[in-house]
T-cell receptor, first 116, second 112 residues
């Protein structure tokens, strides 16, 4: 089946530093990838939609300069949290859509970010 | 716009009890419907799906039927196990491959 990986699975950083999270589709080409944020005991909040070779589409209220998304290839999208602060601590999950299963999302295992 | 409404939790059941988690949706066109499960500290895993009306998705003893007339996709399992304890999300994906819409999630706890 379609597998999506995320790296790192968890990260702890100091306030003011930037953190990059990678999302990879391991056995398929992902035309579209999504980035979600999940707070404890809450549902997923869509942050942005990432299409290969074009600029990401951000949801309302999500700061583009804060959360930089790069979808450089059909198997890799990255989310960079710039100048992280404690309020950015959260569980970040990516998902990907393949060309053959266009409306089914395959989710990564998530990345736990803790900003001290 | 599209929306998904799930039964509020938390739901607590004894082992071998019958489970129903209600899910209703609002959408234009003919969306696909999904149930995802999230175990503590992990990402989402697809549990089952249905892509058209009257389809029944099933997996690991869980079932859900796509009911267009009632715009519902209720999740059921005849006999739950402790290992089924998790958060369950109902979701829809529009037919035009647009972004998915998720319910708020329902936390299930199964006690031995």
């Amino acid at each position: 089946g379609a597998v999506v990986s995320q790296h790192p699975s968890w990260v702890i950083c100091k306030s003011g530093t930037s953190v990059k999270i990678e999302c990879r589709s391991l056995d398929f080409q992902a035309t579209t990838m999504f980035w979600y944020r999940q707070f404890p005991k809450q549902s997923l909040m869509l942050m942005a939609t990432s299409n290969e070779g074009s600029k990401a589409t951000y949801e309302q209220g999500v700061e583009k300069d804060k959360f930089l998304i790069n979808h450089a290839s059909l198997t890799l999208s990255t989310l960079t949290v710039t100048s992280a602060h404690p309020e950015d601590s959260s569980f970040y999950i990516c998902s990907a859509i393949s060309g053959s299963s266009y409306n089914e999302q395959f989710f990564g295992p998530g990345t736990r970010l803790t900003v001290l | 716009g599209n929306s998904v409404t799930q039964m509020e939790g938390p739901v607590t059941l004894s082992e071998e009890a019958f489970l129903t988690i209600n899910c209703t949706y609002t959408a234009t066109g003919y969306p696909s419907l999904f149930w995802y499960v999230q175990y503590p500290g992990e990402g989402l895993q697809l549990l089952l799906k249905a892509t058209k009306a009257d389809d029944k998705g099933s997996n690991k003893g869980f079932e859900a039927t796509y009911r267009k007339e009632t715009t519902s996709f209720h999740l059921e399992k005849g006999s739950v196990q402790v290992s089924d304890s998790a958060v369950y999300f109902c979701a829809l994906s529009p037919s035009n491959a647009g972004k998915s819409t998720f319910g708020d999630g329902t936390t299930l706890t199964v006690k031995p």
